[in-house]
């Protein structure tokens, strides 16, 4: 990754698109940290440090690089985009209108998805500002009730979320990689010198099993995000004129890690929900509830194991909406390719159904096993649980960094980097 790094910054181009990245994120941080008017920030982080964290506001609270316990400018993130997203993407599925705009009619229709997902980032901005209000203002966080303090902060809130959205867009289309994914990989990477300076509280023999842990666990994740499995497919010879084309042999590849990391962010934010619940009603780990401690408590057994169980049903339920095995086969049957050893048609799609469900098992066992490790690591062993090392954040942080230096590597290749390609 670092000779990447090194290799890219010689060309001018490349080096262009690094500092254009570096300093978009600059001044992220720093628009991270502006106050909104009438929100008292001690008031909310203490609030957040004692009732809020275990609750679903923690994972937006660490998607946000900690703005959202601190009520700054910046406190929604990439949230509102990333709901958006999923939310159109889902759309796309049921809506025929919409499928058809993804489908058939190629950048036009690219460019109206692009633009019905601003505006419903714009909505789900006021909806999670209003959201946020109420919350601040049950707790007694404002410093001025009425109207246009209500006003201000929301529109604050969604004005935030809408310069995110934007820099993100940024530093895709004139930095390098993708700019919501970048954003996400600086706030999650932000809390790094926090838990290091907790670590150094910790016993030796925790911080080593700690470090190596984080280790092994992200070389894990590099080795999963490689794997796939690669279905031979092969294509029959077809004779027009004098020439024939046709009768390569090349393979249909299906990733194990299929869904990414959004199985694990659902099936936390369902979990979260008792909790946020229990949060609301002034039920917490600090009341002595024996419900809360033992079934709700995102530190909890049963927590984990109900955890364990989201995991393998949204890991199920996105490679639906990834993946239609009739229309792979349709696909493969107008282009003349089949899969050796079964007909075109329906056994074709019954043989890539069966192989998409062996694969989806085994990438909701690794999802399960990078989600869980950091919840049974605080549970045997105190102090671990403070330094909040999440699974999800490990797999973003890991994700995000080799999908940047394959760009990288794109480009390079590209514009015929001798010194690369030697």
Known sequence: MF?????????????????????????????????????????M?????????????????????????????????????????????LLCVAIPALERWAKEEG?????????????TTVGLGLLLGFGYYTLISSYGILTETGFLPALVVVLAFTAGSSVVM???????EHGIGNGISIILFANIISSIPAAISTMLTLAWWVDLIVVVGVAALIVFIVFI????????????????????????????????????????????????????????????????????DNLWSPNSWAYAAVYFLMIFFFSWFYSQIQYDPVEISNNLKKNGGFIPGFRPGKPTAEFIQKVIGKIVIFGAIYLAVVALLPIIA???????????????SVIIVVGVALETVKALEAQML???????LD
Request: aromatic share 10%; with cysteine.
């Open 3 to 43: 000779k990447t790094l090194r290799d890219a910054w010689r060309i001018p181009e490349l080096r262009k698109k690094l500092m254009f990245t570096v300093i978009m994120l600059l001044i992220y941080r720093l628009a991270n940290r502006i106050p909104v008017p009438f929100v008292d920030a001690k008031l």
């Open 45 to 89: 982080a203490d609030a957040f440090n004692t009732v809020l964290s275990s609750t679903i506001l923690g994972v937006y609270n660490a998607m946000s690089g900690s703005a959202f316990s601190q009520g700054t400018v910046l406190a929604l993130g990439i949230q509102p985009y990333i709901n958006a997203s999923i939310i159109i993407q």
């Open 225 to 292: 995000n490689d794997a796939e499995r690669r279905i031979p497919i092969q294509y029959a010879k077809r004779v027009v004129g004098r020439k024939i084309y046709g009768g390569q042999n090349t393979n249909l590849p299906i990733k194990v890690s299929m869904s990414g990391v959004m199985p694990v962010i659902f099936a936390q934010s369902i979990c979260s929900v008792p909790a946020t619940i229990c949060a609301f009603t002034g039920v917490n780990a600090n009341s002595g509830n024996w419900w809360y």
């Open 107 to 119: 950048e036009e229709g690219k460019k109206k998805i692009n633009k019905l997902t601003r505006y």
């Open 166 to 172: 934007w820099m993100g867009e940024q530093i895709t």
């Open 378 to 392: 605080g549970n045997v062993m105190d102090g671990v649980q403070s330094l909040a090392i999440g699974g999800t």
């Open 414 to 420: 590209m514009r015929h980097y001798k010194g690369f």
